[in-house]
Structures are given as C-alpha cells and as structure tokens.
C-alpha cells in the first residue's frame, strides 16, 4: 500500500476511492440510489415492468400463495433443498410458452447468462460476442476461459469470419434478442443460418424480447421461427415482463442436463425464492389470457417515440440520445421533479457520447398518464435541445 514510500490510506481508508469518485463527479457520471415510496405519484417510464403487472392482483395472489406454502426463502441450492414443485412448474410453462423443450430457473437473469455461457464455453470454444451485448454476457465471457472475439453491433458478416477462421474446434455466439438500450433487434435469422453453417451454437439473451415480441408476447427466437431448435439456447429474466425476479435458460433436454452438471452458478446459488417464482408464473398466466399486451406496449413506445421525436422502435425501448452525462442528468431530474420517472443511462452502460434518456413503454398507462408524460417530454427536451 506504498507507493514511493507515501502511504495511500489515510484515515478513512484508500485516498484513491476519492479521487476516482471525484472524477466521476466532474464528468457527470456519479450516481445516487433514489428510494422509492411504495405509493409514489411519479409516472413510471423508467422500469422494466413492461406489462405493468407487478401489482397485478393474480400475480401478488401467486407470489402469497407460493410464500405461504414454501416460505420465505429456497433453503438452498437447487441441488440440495431449493428445488421445490413450483420451480418445476415455472420451468414446464415457460418452455411450453415460448417453443422450447425444457427451461432451468436460476436466481437472476445475470447468473442465468453467466451459467450457461461458462457452462458451455470453455478453453476449446470460441465465443463470438456482439459488442452491444448485455454486462451479464461480456461478464460471463470473461469468466468463460475462452478466446473471445467481439463484433460489431449487428454485423452478422463479422460474426461469418470470425467463425469460418477460428481454430477452436467449438464456438458459441451471443447477442441479446432486443438490446436494451438502443432498442433494436438482433438479426436472429441470419445469426443461425451462419451459426449453423459453421458448427456454432447460438445464445440468445430474450430479457426484453419475452413479453413484448412474437405472438402473445412469445419472444422473438419464437416470432422468427427459431424456437425449439437444437442448437439455439435461449436465456430470459423473470423481473421485466413477468413482473418478478429470477433467471431462466430455455434449451434442449441434454442442454439442461449440462447446466445442472456444470453452471457454477446454478450448483453454488440458493434457488429462486418461491415468491418470485409464483409471482412470474401468476404473470404469464396473465399473459397468456391477455394476449394483446405486448402490442399494447410497442403502440405505447411508438406514441412515445412520436413525442420525443426519435425513430419508432420495434421494441418497448424508446431512447433518446443527448450526448453530454451532465443534460441527460439534468433531463432526468427536471422530468422526476415534474412527476415523471424516465431512466438515465451514461457511460458505461451506453458508450462516451451517447448519454440519454431510456424511456421504456408499459401496455396499462392510462391516458390521463399518458397527457402528463407528452406534456412534461416535450417541455423539457424543448429545454435541452436548444
């Protein structure tokens, strides 16, 4: 802790701790948690809670019910006690749901992205990973012990190269299936056709594609026919359109079958807490009797879109870039001091320059709501776009 003999603690501990947070400071990248009252007045365009189920009362009755039949936590990992019924069912419902043959709950969408991908990585795999992937997946290819090859966003001709020159005998490619800050969707059809052509599996992060793309809210591996298919495994959250918490991997039966043998991160985790698995599987319930959700909540975004003045996404994401931390900082908090919660998003979740406001849709805002967010939108972006 000496650095040319001058100590770098000081009696509050490591003196480089302030000095890196006043940097962050200075470029307008500090950040504050905000806690939220449980009866907040604020209009929400800044969660993930797409549907707008989260108070749902069939899903606040199936996470009570599942609380009070298994308690309040796993016991353990799902190897040992944290494998109960209602764990199984999510699994069979949600695999049944989107086309797939079998499903394996993990505690979050993060851990579920770092189990499968280091489960089926390794020194003899190649992962090809787009470069807007989520941190979930440039986390778990770092883990991966593999050789790691980034591509740019989209280019399904760099990911051809990198797989047609590899000299690793496998190879797993990665993208999200909606990417969640631009809002835009991967290129799925292509993806495969070159995955397939060259021996290489395909993972597919569906996080904001489950709920709000393909029929019903399906996903879009499921729109673009991909479902089901043997050599696409497909990882989702629980805690956006399903209105809850937890991961999922949804794959092939031998797929499964590795992950609880080998996904480091489904052996050594405690299970999903029953509450949130009741909670997700009280959502899709929902989902699958109020199919027209999902178009409610790309009608919403594109509204959205309209009164921002981006381009309409076929996404719930609406983002509205700004450019400098300090204007969008300040965008966000004039919008929250007007009643509105919009997401601020700077470097690093988005690259240097591309700060800006994440506006995500929700099916059930109500119009009263919906005259509110136009108002206070186009007033405060009037203000920094001069």
Not at 131 to 145: K, M, N, Q
Request: charged share 20%; aromatic share 4%.
């Amino acid at each position: 802790m000496f650095k040319y003999g001058v100590s770098m603690l000081t009696p509050a501990g490591p003196a480089w701790l302030d000095d890196a947070a006043e940097r962050r400071r200075l470029a307008g990248l500090h950040r504050e948690l905000a806690p939220r009252s449980a009866a907040a007045p604020l209009i929400d365009l800044a969660s993930n809670d797409y549907l707008g189920l989260v108070r749902h009362p069939e899903v606040l009755a199936a996470a009570t019910a599942a609380l009070r039949r298994w308690g309040g936590g796993a016991t353990g990992s799902r190897l040992v006690t944290g494998t109960t019924a209602e764990h199984e069912l999510l699994e069979l419902e949600l695999a049944e749901f989107t086309g797939a043959e079998t499903g394996l709950a993990f505690s979050s969408g993060y851990t579920a992205n770092l189990g499968a991908v280091t489960a089926l990585a390794g020194k003899e795999t190649l992962v090809v990973s787009d470069a807007g992937c989520h941190a979930s997946l440039v986390d778990a290819c770092r883990l991966s012990r593999s050789r790691i090859c980034v591509t740019p966003h989209g280019d399904v001709h760099a990911v051809a190269h990198a797989l047609a020159t590899r000299t690793e005998p496998r190879a797993l490619v990665l993208t999200d299936s909606v990417f969640s800050t631009d809002g835009d969707l991967a290129p799925l059809r292509d993806l495969h056709r070159v995955c397939r052509t060259h021996g290489a599996l395909l993972l597919v992060d569906e996080a904001h594609g489950i709920g709000v793309r393909g029929v019903g809210g399906r996903g879009l591996v499921n729109e673009v026919g991909l479902a089901g298919e043997p050599d696409v495994i497909v990882t989702a959250t629980l805690s956006k359109a399903l209105a809850s918490q937890g991961g999922v991997v949804l794959a092939a039966g031998r797929v499964r079958d590795h992950l609880i043998d080998t996904a480091r991160t489904f052996i050594f985790d405690t299970g999903l807490a029953p509450a949130a698995v009741g909670a997700a599987r009280g959502a899709l319930k929902v989902l699958r009797a109020e199919p027209g959700l999902a178009g409610a909540v790309l009608d919403q975004a594109a509204h959205l879109a309209r009164v921002t003045g981006v381009q309409p996404p076929p996404s719930a994401v609406v983002s509205v870039i700004l450019g400098d931390p300090h204007v969008a900082a300040g965008a966000a908090r004039r919008c929250r001091e007007r009643g509105v919660q919009v997401g601020c998003f700077r470097p690093p979740s988005v690259p240097e320059g591309t700060s800006r406001l994440r506006l995500t849709a929700r099916a059930n805002i109500s119009g009263h709501e919906r005259a509110v967010v136009d108002s206070v939108l186009t007033d405060v972006l009037a203000e920094v776009r001069v």
